[in-house]
């Protein structure tokens, strides 16, 4: 299997701390990206970073890619209610462009 | 934006039938991918189709099959329905830009529900 774990399964804040979130896998990469899914609905797209790449900004969004020790974490600074979700990491293999297997998830609370 | 479309939004069978889903992709995307989604469970990929060529496969049952069609609309056929099929199926969609993989645009998915 392509994927580790997530780490952890769930997590609660108040609004306003900072929430991180990891994921581990197993095989070479090509790409790590991150999803979040409110409940029921579609994943919506985070952030990718390619395998080159260590670290990775997109507004309160900070991912990072450790490739030696085939794990990413995903930082959500001064967290809002509305980002209260469940959040994914995907990857793909250097030879399976497009076998995108996702990871276990964490729920995010983010209480008021 | 035009969005990934899937459709039935839901859908109601019987053990033993069988079902069809539908997923029109953003245009101009050239991968498909199919995943399925039980109860709080993270997506399991099923297949993907890269220019209407199957690309890579997963963990689909062989009771399953899929296609992608000319005008890159795809479909996923399930027959001899068993209760576990009871899921989220969500189809996605992206530009794949070579050999990099793109970031998936996902629809809203399609609720099975086996009794």
């Known amino acids: 299997s392509q994927q580790g774990e997530e780490d952890p399964q769930a997590l609660s804040i108040q609004e306003g701390e900072n929430a991180t979130m990891n994921c581990s896998y197993k095989?070479?990469?090509?790409?790590l990206q991150w999803y979040r899914q409110n409940s029921g609905r579609g994943l919506v797209h985070l952030i990718l970073?390619?395998?080159?790449?260590r670290e990775k900004h997109s507004g309160r969004l900070r991912v990072t890619l450790d490739t030696s020790k085939k794990s990413s974490s995903l930082l959500i600074t001064a967290s809002r209610a509305a980002d209260t979700a469940s959040y994914f990491c995907?990857?793909?293999?250097?030879?399976?462009?497009?076998?995108?297997?996702f990871g276990p998830g964490t729920s995010l609370s983010v209480i008021p | 934006a035009a969005g990934v479309i899937q459709s039935p939004r839901h859908l109601i069978k019987e053990k033993r039938e069988t079902a069809t889903l539908k997923c029109y992709p953003i245009?101009?995307?050239?991968?498909v991918y199919w995943y399925q989604q039980g109860p709080g469970q993270d997506p399991q990929f099923l297949i993907s189709?890269?220019?209407?060529?199957?690309?890579d496969k997963g963990s689909i049952p062989d009771r399953f099959s899929a296609q992608q069609f000319s005008d890159y609309h795809s479909e996923l056929n399930m027959s001899s329905l068993e209760l576990g099929d009871s899921a989220l199926y969500f189809c996605?969609?992206?530009?794949?830009?070579?050999?990099?993989?793109?970031?998936?645009?996902f629809g809203e998915g399609s609720r099975l529900t086996v009794l």
């Open positions: 996605a969609s992206s530009l794949r830009a070579g050999v990099r993989t793109g970031e998936l645009f």
């Open positions: 095989t070479s990469i090509n790409n």
């Open positions: 970073i390619r395998s080159n790449e």
């Open positions: 995907a990857t793909d293999a250097p030879t399976s462009y497009d076998k995108v297997i």
């Open positions: 245009p101009r995307h050239d991968t």
């Open positions: 189709f890269y220019e209407k060529m199957q690309s």
